[in-house]
């Protein structure tokens, strides 16, 4: 039986793909989470086999989260389930640890198999953005945003979205003075020169959501 924790913050989403899960007869989701805090602690509390971590979760997010997760256990095994198809968003999930990436545009099926890659394990993307994960991957000069770490992809976000470094500083438990060096180096990284221009170039490629 694969133990499964779903990490998602809509409740009536969990309760879907508890049920999808369950039915397959081979899985048990033996835990849940609605933001990143939670399933840290749900994790503590309950070994799972395989959590599937949704990436826009509030306050820690879902890159961080699966930062930490495999910080503290490296055997940990993560499958990233998101709305993003940018297969930027793809690459910093694996960067940050997961084993595999799914978009929830994806057949059911899609899903489920990930759950049994992921525990056995394995790597594996959903079909529809597989091939352009490659392609990012293999570019000898990739999108910018694949040169920031998770964490540096986890404040840019939180600061286009108008949030203080205090306010990012207590959601993902860092040093305010932490989170004014990671904006520099964002920035430094992006080739913006002001928060306007890099509010720009989040939104204008789908960064923020």
């Not at 799972?48 to 930062?67: K, N, R, T, Y």
């Not at 545009?105 to 953005?129: C, K, M, N, T, Y």
């Not at 920035?187 to 960064?207: H, I, P, V």
Request: aromatic share 4%; with cysteine.
């Amino acid at each position: 039986m694969i133990r499964v924790m779903l990490v998602d913050d809509h409740a009536v989403v969990r309760e879907g793909y508890r049920r999808l899960l369950e039915l397959q007869g081979d899985m048990q989701v033996v835990a849940e989470a609605g933001d990143g805090t939670q399933a840290l602690q749900a994790w503590r509390e309950q070994p799972v086999d395989v959590l599937v971590v949704d990436l826009a979760l509030p306050g820690l997010g879902g890159l961080e989260l699966i930062q930490r997760l495999r910080q503290r256990d490296a055997a940990c095994r993560v499958l990233a389930f998101s709305m993003h198809r940018d297969p930027v968003w793809a690459a910093q999930a694996l960067r940050a640890g997961a084993l595999g990436y799914v978009t929830k545009s994806s057949p059911p099926q899609e899903l489920v198999q990930g759950v049994r890659q992921v525990s056995q394990g394995r790597r594996l993307i959903s079909a529809d953005i597989a091939g352009e994960v490659a392609a990012l991957l293999l570019q000898p000069q990739p999108p910018a945003a694949h040169g920031l770490s998770p964490r540096e992809f986890e404040v840019m976000r939180a600061l286009v979205t108008g949030r203080s470094p205090q306010e990012i500083a207590q959601a993902l438990a860092l040093s305010v003075k932490t989170v004014h060096n990671l904006h520099y180096q964002v920035k430094a990284k992006l080739g913006t020169s002001s928060d306007f221009e890099l509010a720009r170039l989040a939104w204008q490629n789908g960064w923020t959501a």
